[in-house]
């Protein structure tokens, strides 16, 4: 099974770049950029990530990516993952990014454009690998600063495949960036969100209402909202879950009691993502391998995900056919 998940041509619809750093890198950044890290070792990074929800991942997640300064060293980040991704038979890959958390540190988006957009190229020459690009908005910080950061992005408008929103959810609905999104929409931007990871069934409504997304990131507690699973159904939203990082963010105790296998069963558009690969304890094949340790999935459910992806990826008819094509050839 093992060799199958690999073989299978996997589009990755939700992951955060910065959550990519492994401790190995982290520690070659801080030295070339003199960035003093509160570890003492690759180990004691390791040992550090013991989460107990959300926020507690969240503040190593802005601690580690301190070491990222110039654009070299986002290009260097991205490879590292993009490398990794095409061992495991990923083909594409959709990346959050947060310019904020970046912006705050005194590194300017120019940086963070200049080295993600020359590793994509060198990802698409080296691996044959297609990727996108969604610009996120921290969620917990006032909403006039995300408008600045759109506004101001204006140069890469057109490089931006989506705008997202992430960071801590639960206190920051949706609704809170009903403006910015309008505004996204105008520029004719399409848009995707986190909602009901930690946060309630209702700002999955709200995504859908107020912000117009096609996707929604996490969505795993639209369960809890029989009306809403009926409307996903029928409008055919595609939910970006993210196994791994809900156990050890304790969404869930353990991956037997994850709800995929009921959001496949209610007939969902569900996809298998990585999400913080670095901090989650691993990349897109160790969450496709869970999922079949614990729900004992057959090759045409994994391939009925896979081919959910494809679907809903942002890349262009051409390339999906091509993915769907080499899909249909996996076996
Ligand atoms: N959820 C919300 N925000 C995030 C995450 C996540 O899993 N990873 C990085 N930012
Ligand atoms: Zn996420």
Redesign the pocket.
């Known amino acids: 099974m093992r060799d199958f998940l690999k073989r299978l041509p996997k589009a990755e619809l939700h992951l955060?770049i910065?959550?990519t750093l492994e401790p190995e890198l982290m520690f070659t950044l801080a030295n070339r950029n003199g960035v003093k890290l509160p570890y003492e070792s690759i180990g004691a990074v390791r040992a550090a990530y013991e989460f107990d929800d959300?926020s507690s991942?969240?503040e190593l997640?802005y601690s580690g990516m301190s070491v990222l300064k110039r654009a070299e060293d986002f290009h260097d980040l991205a490879m590292d993952y993009f490398r990794r991704a095409h061992a495991e038979g990923v083909v594409h890959v959709e990346m959050?990014f947060?310019p904020q958390a970046h912006l705050a540190r005194g590194v300017e988006l120019e940086s963070v454009m200049e080295g993600l957009g020359l590793a994509r190229r060198e990802a698409e020459r080296e691996f044959g690998m297609s990727t996108a690009l969604i610009m996120?908005f921290l969620r917990d910080r006032p909403a006039e600063e995300a408008m600045r950061v759109l506004e101001s992005a204006a140069p890469y408008w057109e490089l931006l495949d989506a705008v997202g929103l992430?960071?801590?959810?639960v206190g920051h609905p949706p609704s809170k960036f009903a403006e910015v999104f309008q505004r996204a929409k105008m520029l004719g931007i399409p848009r995707v969100a986190?909602a009901g990871?930690e946060g309630p069934p209702e700002y999955i409504r709200e995504a859908l209402d107020l912000l117009d997304v096609c996707r929604i990131?996490?969505g795993v507690r639209c369960l809890e909202d029989p009306e809403l699973v009926t409307r996903l159904r029928e409008e055919e939203i595609v939910l970006t879950v993210?196994p791994l990082?809900n156990v050890r963010?304790k969404v869930v105790e353990r991956m037997e009691d994850h709800p995929l296998p009921e959001l496949v069963e209610a007939g969902l558009r569900v996809t298998l993502n990585s999400?913080?690969p670095a901090y989650f304890g691993g990349g897109m094949l160790a969450n496709f391998q869970a999922c079949h340790d614990a729900f004992g999935w057959s090759r045409e459910t994994f391939i009925q995900l896979a081919g959910t992806a494809i679907e809903s990826a942002f890349i262009s008819e051409r390339r999906r056919l091509e993915l769907h094509r080499r899909l249909a050839e996996c076996d």
Do not use: I, M, T, V
């Not at 992430?166 to 959810?169: G, L, P, Q, R, V």
């Open positions: 955060h910065e959550g959300l991942f969240l997640y959050h947060d996120a992430d960071s801590a959810e986190h990871e990131d996490h993210c990082s963010l999400d913080d």
